[in-house]
């Protein structure tokens, strides 16, 4: 771990958090991840020997706790790593209003899809299975293609065609429903431009815009707003 040599609080406060990937770490356990598997989920482009040595880093520091539960580690934030919620908020709402471009490698469909399925509010979708399509136009292959499957309380996300009656298709970019999912635009502009465009029943193209829903710091960052 590095050290500033200095007493300053905020100069022992990054000792132990300005390590790459670290505040990613604290934002996943606070976001709900607990199995290592669920951090890799979050962290898609972290390897798996670093996120182990973070984790240990973290525990040696107090932050993190690990316990085993049915065989399999657990990982959890302490008293002193939940106290770091406010920090987290405060960095995403000023990565929002400051940093707001958006580069071809920020984009990543697994993990858009990973963050929308733990977020969603399912009391807002109906009861029987619900399956929505999506293609992106800036993305090649068969990676373009997303099923995106809601069926009483369970959420699935599948990137091959799961056979199943799809409910409405979405043509989009991975851009703008990332944006979109960021708050960066809001459904009305995107539709008005032409950049998003739903397939379907009236009642379920009217409805797929609160059955997303937006990451909880564009929510948060609209109220702080009003």
């Given amino acids: 771990m590095t050290t500033y040599g200095q007493f300053c609080p905020v100069a022992k406060a990054m000792e132990v958090l300005d390590e790459r990937w670290t505040m990613l770490i604290v934002r996943e356990l606070l976001s709900g991840s607990s199995r290592f598997n669920e951090l890799r989920r979050g962290l898609p482009r972290m ?5 182990t ?4 880093s973290l525990e040696r520091v107090g932050l993190v706790r690990r316990s ?13 790593g939940l106290e770091l919620r406010d920090v987290v908020q405060t960095l995403g709402l000023w990565g929002l209003r400051w ?21 969603i509010s399912l009391d807002d979708w109906p009861r029987s299975r619900t399956v929505l399509e999506f293609h992106f136009s800036d ?3 068969p990676a373009a293609r997303w099923w995106f499957i809601v069926s009483a309380d ?4 599948c990137d091959y065609d799961p056979g199943f009656e ?4 979405m043509l989009t970019s991975l851009l703008t429903l990332t944006r979109l999912w960021r708050g960066d635009i809001v459904w009305s502009r995107a ?6 465009s739903v397939i379907g029943p009236e009642h379920v193209r009217r409805s797929v815009p609160q059955w997303l829903g937006q990451m909880s710091l564009a929510q948060l960052s609209q109220t702080r707003d009003d």
């Fill in 47 to 51: 390897s798996p020997a670093l996120l």
């Fill in 53 to 56: 040595t973070r984790l240990r």
């Fill in 68 to 80: 085993t539960i049915g065989g399999h580690a657990s990982y959890e934030l302490t008293e002193s």
């Fill in 99 to 119: 940093i707001g471009e958006l580069g071809e490698k920020d984009l990543d469909p697994h993990l858009l899809f990973f963050d929308i399925s733990r977020t």
């Fill in 139 to 141: 993305v090649a292959g």
């Fill in 154 to 157: 369970e959420v699935d996300v």
């Fill in 166 to 169: 799809v409910a409405a298709t």
């Fill in 191 to 196: 539709a008005g431009a032409g950049d998003i």
